[in-house]
């Protein structure tokens, strides 16, 4: 179901070109070959429809096909960070039931080698059919999970079809289409450019990963490219914008630009407007558990530097609403993911009225939303979902660590950072946390500020006072 | 200015590192800096030190260490 589309260009347009990674590309044709055969050896494995399967591979042309391997085996995929440590991805690995990992090569020494399925070494095959039904799961993408331990977000192939098909249909892509992309396969946004990019016939073209550093160079291989769409995150866009070059790199054929995942600073946001005023601008909204459910196309007239931009209007027939007592912001629709993935079951996270709470804070402003930021302890680091709890549990079982917490500071590069304060025993040093967290959590987990306290600040209820906390940390 | 760059860097945007152990040529990117971080790095050096760094220099092989760091900025000045 969810490969439908893509299925269909690949009739129309065998020919076409589908995937471009440096100087290697793969027409659709090349591109269904290779998941055929991995959906075979996957099957020949024994995997059966609905299972997770882990993709232990950077974003690129091999990780695309096994991706859609996974897919035409009926099962769903589970894509690893590997800038993790080796012991938050054997958690994730175990919590998932991941019966297989598909890599390339030689097993990481982690990992049990008998999970292991090496994607270069297969025949060509065409796998047995399967039915796929609409609400099977596509993929499990975890986050920083509240319960102290990263936690799946379980997709199905209903909800990224819904999203693809109305990204799609916005953005108006077509088989001309040449889109870049650059978000890693663990983040929802590659779902925009795997489904809708792939199902409209267009062609991907996976930013090397070094132009992130390099604006100069990465404005002019979208020249060179001839990209005609990016759907990225806003601080990619703003040293583009900032740095990029562009009154010498004319990016005539990028008809969009889309971001998401982090707030555009609205000063860097005119910049960039500035910049390429023949290209339209989309801010995308939503947690992982809603994909995208608001939009705003960026209307240039209305950016004012010290006035943050809308999240605009709801998305892919979402329906939204703000809780009047709470002003927390409610979302259904046939975008939201179907739960949490916990012991190989999906538990759904819809309250009595089929509402999904997002933990965000809004209000509608003339038929627009906006966001005013969270209202639980999650952060937001560089882009990713960090729960305080999943930090405070790593430190707080070290040795010598008598009790801790985790808030978020708030950083100008970052968006968010974690910050710890400890409470430890004589023998504990905050060097020696420094460096136990560096082996279990990733750098976007790792506080920036450590306090040693005598007592954690506590309220006359006997909770945490995290305002407190927050005043001794900042000062 | 190595000094003003590295007080910088470790207050603003790297802070899971030490300072005092933290050597000229040690690798600022595999310490963390990433593109946001280098973008808030090149404005305050723009800033602090009176130099323009033009956009097509941005590369990993000028902002990679300290000491790349500080003979770029030095370079980008007297041009």
């Not at chain 1, 946001?269 to 939503?286: E, H």
């Not at chain 1, 430890?424 to 560096?438: C, F, G, N, Q, W």
């Not at chain 1, 976007?444 to 940390?473: F, T, V």
């Not at chain 2, 300290?66 to 041009?79: C, F, H, P």
Request: proline residues 6%; hydrophobic residues 45%; aromatic residues 8%.
């Amino acid at each position: 179901m969810l490969l439908g589309p893509f299925l269909h260009q690949c009739d129309l347009q065998p020919d076409a070109l589908a995937l471009q990674e440096q100087d290697r590309w793969i027409n659709y044709r090349q591109l269904l070959k290779h998941a055929h055969s991995i959906a075979a050896a996957l099957q020949s494995c024994g995997v059966i429809p609905g299972q997770p399967v882990a993709i232990h591979l950077d974003r690129g042309i091999a990780a695309a096909s096994a991706l859609f391997g996974v897919l035409l085996a009926g099962a769903c995929y589970v894509p690893l960070d590997l800038k993790n440590p080796p012991p938050r991805l054997s958690f994730i690995i175990a919590d998932a039931h991941v019966q297989v990992v598909l890599g390339l090569g030689v097993a990481p020494a982690w990992l049990d080698e008998s999970l292991w399925l090496d994607i270069a070494n297969y025949a060509a095959a065409i796998p047995e059919p399967v039915e796929i039904a609409a609400e099977s799961l596509a993929a499990i993408l975890y986050t920083s999970g509240s319960t102290g331990q990263p936690r799946g977000v379980a997709i199905s192939q209903r909800a990224i079809t819904a999203f693809a098909a109305w990204a799609a249909d916005l953005l108006a892509l077509s088989p001309a289409d040449r889109i870049a992309s650059s978000a890693p396969f663990f983040f929802d946004l590659s779902t925009f450019d795997l489904y809708a990019v792939l199902g409209s016939g267009g062609s991907l073209h996976f930013v090397p990963a070094g132009l992130s550093m390099a604006p100069a160079r990465l404005s002019a291989w979208l020249m060179a490219q001839n990209i005609s769409g990016w759907y990225t995150v806003p601080s990619q866009l703003a040293f583009l914008g900032y740095k990029g070059n562009l009154a010498q790199t004319p990016l005539d054929a990028l008809r969009f630009l889309v971001f998401a995942g982090e707030v555009f600073p609205t000063p860097a946001l005119i910049a960039l407007a500035a910049s390429l005023p023949q290209t339209a601008l989309y801010n995308f909204f939503g947690p992982t558990e809603t994909n995208v459910c608001c939009y705003w196309p960026v209307e240039r007239h209305r950016l004012i530097a010290d006035q943050s931009i809308p999240i605009g209007l709801p998305a892919a027939g979402c329906e939204l609403n703000v809780d009047a007592n709470t002003g927390e912001l409610l979302v259904r629709g046939p975008t939201l993911a179907s739960g949490y993935w916990r012991d190989g079951c999906v538990q759904s996270f819809l309250n009595a009225d089929g509402w999904y709470a997002t933990g965000d804070h809004a209000s509608l402003d003339q038929h627009e939303y906006r966001f005013h930021g969270r209202m639980g302890r999650m952060l937001k680091c560089s882009g990713y979902r960090v729960e305080p709890a999943e930090i405070e549990s790593a430190v707080n079982a070290m040795p010598g660590v008598k009790v801790c917490a985790v808030i978020g500071i708030d950083d100008p590069t970052a968006g968010q950072r974690p910050a710890l304060a400890v409470v430890l025993d004589a023998e504990m040093t905050i060097a020696e946390i420094r460096k136990l967290l560096s082996r279990q959590l990733p750098t976007y987990m790792q506080p920036s500020r450590y306090l040693i306290l005598e007592d954690l600040p506590l309220l006359a209820n006997g909770k945490m006072d995290y305002q407190r906390l927050r005043e001794l940390c900042e000062a | 200015m190595k000094e003003k760059l590295k007080t910088f860097i470790f207050a603003e945007l790297i802070y899971h590192e030490d300072p005092a152990s933290f050597g000229d040529e040690d690798n600022l990117l595999d310490a963390g800096l990433d593109s946001m971080g280098i973008m808030r790095l090149i404005m305050f050096a723009e800033k602090e030190f009176g130099v323009t760094l033009p956009d097509t220099e941005i590369e990993p092989d000028n902002v990679g260490s300290l000491n790349k760091l500080e003979n770029w900025i030095k370079r980008s000045g007297q041009a």
